[in-house]
């Protein structure tokens, strides 16, 4: 059985993808390979560690679940230190994120690991990681998955142009895998409900003026529940009272998990973004398992669903017009049968199926990430005897009187 | 009668809770009937390849005999010390290198994602494993470095605490309108959070700074703050003080800021409740949150210069419940015995690998 390193945040609570990702497909994967969680959550064990497990007992993989959250921060660091397959939940940062990504010296890291003759990255020197982030990231990637296939289209036109200039090796391919829902969604019954369900925060790319201008001005009686992040609660009141909707029921909990247990009474759920940041996350797929329908912002992501599977709203002046008219013809139609959307979800995004297709991959990739492995863990240890020259000749006569202690310690190496 | 090293790490021209606890450590050891002495070599951090060597040397260290008088057993406190070897070793472990470990991955860390630096990371937790498993007896100064030593090392440790430096003889005095603060001035102490704080805290506070830097540029940045916002008057930097004056400055403080970041231990805690004064510490402060409870000895912040600042004004304006506060605190030191009977166990833990 193939052993994988698993890096990722499992704050399930919250709206994070690669949580989501984790608790889907791992306990799928399970069955045919072993999987180690590393992170900094219980449940895992500390991603500083992963090295010593690496010798105990080898991974032929580091996998890592990267997206653009704090809790993603310790996999950015780590997918530098060990390069590996990434789901990229999201293909763009806002942020450099920490200190070792900040500073990092991975141009030249990359330029002495691809050319051997370069030299090491400077030391003292002001390395600034300049935005757009994503480039180090896309860099330390092996094999790099994508959940949405609008940065998948920015990597293969954008990343792996600059990566060649630069003299890197780029990776031959890329890949898309639907985010994974689990078919135990039942399918939603109540047809005769006129919930309307939102789990976006109260944020100006989320289109929430013009949803809650829509809404406001609805011909057909509904009813509007908001899943938030409890810190959104006030700005989400403040936007509900200046729309007059003080009556919709605000969820103080946005996860895919209680998303899923709303949908059973849902009649439609809106999934607006218009940024060049983020993605529609696992609610989209999750509706469309429940059979019901969705309402998508007609921008970047939504190109990739079928315009039979869902209903596309252009963001701009004509939206909340636009939003109100679909959303009063939901409304108003009575009963309808969307078994169909489901049967899409099925085939589209079931766990079982996206953990057959990264089944795939891993085989279809396992002698080149061996062959990396084998690359990168002799450029380890030409790095560990890097330092060790730069120790010892800070000393007079190279450091001849510690020689014997760093060959007991074991920190002498030979190449 | 045994002959006993106590092995420390001496930053020259510095002085913190490190050789606090070796002196200490050697008073007991001494008033217990045997013979002891220190060894100290000098560390430094910089360059960072330099924390290799510092571990070679102690490695390459023979300490089992001087002058013809065997050595017994090594007690070893901080890294690199315990990378000495000695066929009797304990550990009082006050912290490993903490940028491999607890801070990677954040400011007070050097060590980033450069191979050479993962590396010597790698190296110094593998040498850690190594020569922290020849030790017969392991103990840490705290809750927090016991845990971090599991999370990182996988070593099971027991909790000794240090006592007080200076023993029974902290006294409460008056409440003057200064907050106090002791330590090493360095970032990770976050004193400048406190300078920062000062402008929304009263005009009549006062804050007094005891410690000397061991950072460079840390001075010329505290400074800095305290010019951009006219400080002048309300901030003295003490320096060094002797042990007469520092339980003065305990005693007649109205509280003593001590807030650095994840903290192993933290004297400063207990000395603060020998005085019967309250602590203001911060959620992230590691240790010091062992001791510090939130409304019964002391407050608790955010580590933002608004919580902070706000938190003072609850004390100043509020002076009866700072003397409460800093009565629970005493009540806790006289309770636990921190003052100076612990050392009987301490010594006791310590020697037990040449005891059988």
């Known amino acids: ?415 | 009668m045994a002959n006993i090293l106590v092995l420390g790490v001496k930053v020259p021209f510095t002085r913190g809770g490190q050789e606090v606890l070796v002196q200490g450590l050697m008073r007991a050891i001494k008033e217990r009937g045997h013979e002891v002495d220190a060894v100290e070599l000098p560390y430094t951090a910089l360059p960072k390849e330099q924390l290799l060597n510092q571990a070679a040397f102690w490695r390459s260290l023979d300490l089992s005999t001087f002058g013809g008088i065997s050595v017994d057993l090594v007690i070893a406190t901080k890294f690199p010390s315990y990378y000495a070897r000695h066929a009797k070793k304990s550990l009082w472990l006050v912290h490993q290198h903490r940028p491999a470990y607890d801070l990677y991955g954040g400011r007070y860390s050097d060590l980033g994602d450069d191979p050479r630096d993962e590396a010597m990371r790698r190296m110094i937790v593998e040498g850690d494993n190594k020569v922290m498993a020849e030790c017969a007896y392991i103990a840490g100064i705290s809750g927090n470095v016991v845990e971090r030593l599991m999370r990182y090392n996988n070593l099971k440790a027991e909790v000794l605490y240090p006592p007080l430096p200076l023993g029974n003889r902290y006294h409460c005095g008056s409440q003057e309108n200064y907050i106090l603060s002791v330590g090493r001035i360095c970032s990770i102490k976050r004193v400048d959070l406190m300078i920062k704080a000062l402008p929304i805290v009263h005009s009549t506070l006062k804050l007094k700074i005891v410690g000397a830097p061991d950072e460079p540029g840390i001075m010329d940045y505290l400074k800095n703050e305290i010019d951009k916002h006219h400080l002048w008057d309300r901030v003295e930097f003490c320096g060094r003080v002797s042990d007469a004056e520092l339980l003065d400055l305990y005693a007649n403080a109205l509280a003593v800021y001590y807030a650095p970041h994840n903290e192993d231990y933290g004297y400063v805690t207990l000395e603060a409740f020998a005085s019967s004064k309250p602590v203001v510490a911060a959620t992230d402060s590691g240790g010091v949150l062992e001791f510090v409870k939130h409304e019964e000895n002391g407050l608790i912040s955010e580590p933002t210069t608004d919580a902070i600042g706000h938190t003072f004004n609850r004390l100043v304006e509020n002076k009866d419940l700072a003397k409460s506060l800093g009565a629970t605190g005493r009540k806790f030191i006289e309770d636990v015995g921190l003052a100076s009977q612990h050392w009987d166990t301490i010594v006791q833990k310590l020697l037990s690998p040449i005891r059988g």
């Open chain 1, 1 to 415: 059985m193939k052993r994988i390193a698993w890096f990722s945040s499992l704050a399930n609570s919250t709206d994070s993808i690669a949580a989501h990702v984790t608790a889907e497909l791992v306990p799928v994967l399970r069955q045919s390979l072993d999987i180690e969680l590393f992170g900094v959550d219980d449940g895992t064990k500390n991603y500083l560690m992963a090295f010593e497990r690496h010798k105990e007992s080898p991974f032929d993989a580091f996998v890592y679940q990267l997206e653009d959250r704090s809790d993603s921060f310790f996999s950015r660091i780590h997918l530098g230190l060990i390069p590996g397959i990434v789901f990229f939940h999201d293909g763009l940062f806002t942020e450099a994120g920490p200190e070792p990504i900040h500073q990092s010296p991975w141009p030249d890291v990359w330029q002495k690991f691809w050319h051997r003759e370069a030299n090491w990255p400077k030391r003292n020197f002001d390395y600034h990681y300049a935005p757009p982030y994503g480039e180090r990231e896309a860099t330390c990637t092996r094999v790099p998955i994508f959940t949405d296939a609008r940065s998948r289209g920015e990597f293969e036109r954008g990343y792996k142009v600059s990566a060649k200039r630069r003299g890197f090796e780029v990776q031959d391919k890329s890949y898309y895998l639907p985010l994974p829902v689990s078919d135990k969604i039942p399918l939603s019954v109540d047809k005769s409900s006129r919930r309307i369900l939102l789990a976006s925060p109260p944020r100006i790319e989320y289109r929430i003026h013009k949803i809650l201008e829509a809404l406001s001005s609805l011909v057909e009686p509904f009813e509007f529940v908001w899943l938030l992040a409890p810190e959104e609660e006030a700005r989400a009141r403040e936007l509900l009272q200046e729309f007059k909707l003080s009556s919709a029921r605000l969820i103080l909990e946005r996860n895919p998990k209680r998303f899923a247990a709303e949908l059973n009474t849902a009649r439609v759920t809106l999934h607006p973004l218009f940024s060049v940041f983020g993605q529609l996350g696992p609610y989209v797929p999750q509706s469309l398992m429940a059979g019901v329908p969705v309402i998508l912002s007609n921008f970047a992501q939504a190109d990739y669903i079928p315009d039979s599977i869902a209903f596309k709203i252009r963001p701009g002046e004509t939206e909340a017009r636009e939003l109100r008219l679909v959303l009063d013809e939901l409304l108003g139609r009575g009963a309808m049968d969307y078994s169909f959307l489901r049967e899409y979800a099925l085939e589209t995004y079931s766990t079982n199926q996206v953990a057959t297709e990264f089944l795939k991959i891993l085989d279809s990739e396992s002698e080149t990430l061996n062959a990396f492995m084998k690359r990168w863990s002799r450029f380890e240890l030409e790095a560990r005897s890097a330092v060790v020259s730069e120790a010892l000749n800070l000393l007079p006569d190279h450091g001849a009187v510690l020689n014997s202690a760093y060959r007991e310690l074991g920190w002498r190496c030979h190449l």
